[in-house]
C-alpha cells in the first residue's frame, strides 16, 4: 500500500468496524473522511446479471468523475477498467464484496493514450442485516499530471494486488508482498479501441496553464 489515502481509508474502515469482518454502511459518516471524498466510491451490489453480482456506483468522488470524463453514478463500477481487464475487476469486485478488503495497483490509460499510475482499496460494508452489500472504495492518482480533466481516461489495467487479512495490523499490511499481474497476450499493452474510448466534451478551462 502505497498512498495516503488507501491507508487512510483502510484505517477508518479498520476503526468503524471494531472486531467484526467489516462496518455497517450506516456507520460510515462523510464527514469524518471529507479531505478524501473527492476519491472515494460506493459500490452497490445488484441482481442484473442472474447468478453474479453486478456493483454499481451509487456515488463516486468528483475526482473519479473527472477522471471518466463525467458523471458515473448508476454505472457498472467494473467499466472503469479497459475491456480486456473487466473479467479480472468483476471477480476481484466479487470477492471484496464477500469479506476480502483489496488493494490494487492501477495503470491508467487516456485517449489520448497517455498513462498515469493510481491505486485504488476497495472494502466491504455491512447492510442492516449485516451482510455485505456495497463497496466503499478510493481510487487515487499519484502525482496528477496536467492533463487529468482534458484527456479522458480509456480504462485502468490492473498491474498488481494485494488482498488484505483484516485481523493483522495496518503496519503488517503495508509489508505484505504486491502479486504482479501479467499483460493480456491477445492485446498490446495501452493499445486503446473504439470500445475502450468514452466520448465527451474536451474543452476545459485549466488554471494555472500547464504543468508537467
Not at 458515473?72 to 471477480?91: D, F, H, M, P, Y
Not at 498515469?116 to 476497495?122: D, T
Amino acid at each position: 500500500m502505497r498512498h495516503a489515502n488507501s491507508l487512510a481509508l483502510l484505517t477508518y474502515w479498520n476503526r468503524r468496524r471494531g472486531n467484526r469482518p467489516y462496518p455497517l454502511r450506516s456507520e460510515i459518516e462523510p464527514g469524518d473522511i471529507a479531505r478524501l471524498l473527492p476519491h472515494v466510491f460506493i459500490g452497490e451490489r445488484s441482481t442484473a446479471q442472474p447468478g453474479r453480482p453486478r456493483y454499481t456506483f451509487r456515488l463516486a468522488g468528483t475526482a473519479i468523475c473527472t477522471l471518466a470524463g463525467g458523471e458515473l453514478k448508476g454505472t457498472a463500477v467494473s467499466g472503469l477498467w479497459l475491456s480486456e481487464n473487466q473479467r479480472n475487476i468483476t471477480s476481484i469486485l466479487d470477492a471484496a464484496g464477500n469479506g476480502t478488503p483489496v488493494v490494487l495497483a492501477l495503470d491508467g490509460l487516456s485517449e489520448d493514450a497517455r498513462v498515469l499510475k493510481a491505486e485504488a482499496v476497495i472494502l466491504p460494508l455491512g447492510g442492516l442485516d449485516g451482510r455485505s452489500e456495497r463497496l466503499l472504495g478510493c481510487i487515487s492518482v499519484f502525482s496528477p499530471p496536467y492533463w487529468i480533466g482534458h484527456d479522458v481516461l480509456a480504462g485502468f489495467a490492473t498491474t498488481g494486488m494485494r488482498f488484505l487479512d483484516p485481523e493483522k495490523t495496518h503496519q503488517f499490511l503495508e509489508n505484505r508482498p504486491e502479486v504482479a499481474l501479467p499483460a493480456s497476450p491477445h492485446t498490446p499493452a495501452f493499445a486503446p479501441t473504439q470500445a475502450n474510448k468514452r466520448h465527451s466534451a474536451r474543452l476545459f478551462l485549466i488554471e494555472g496553464g500547464r504543468k508537467d
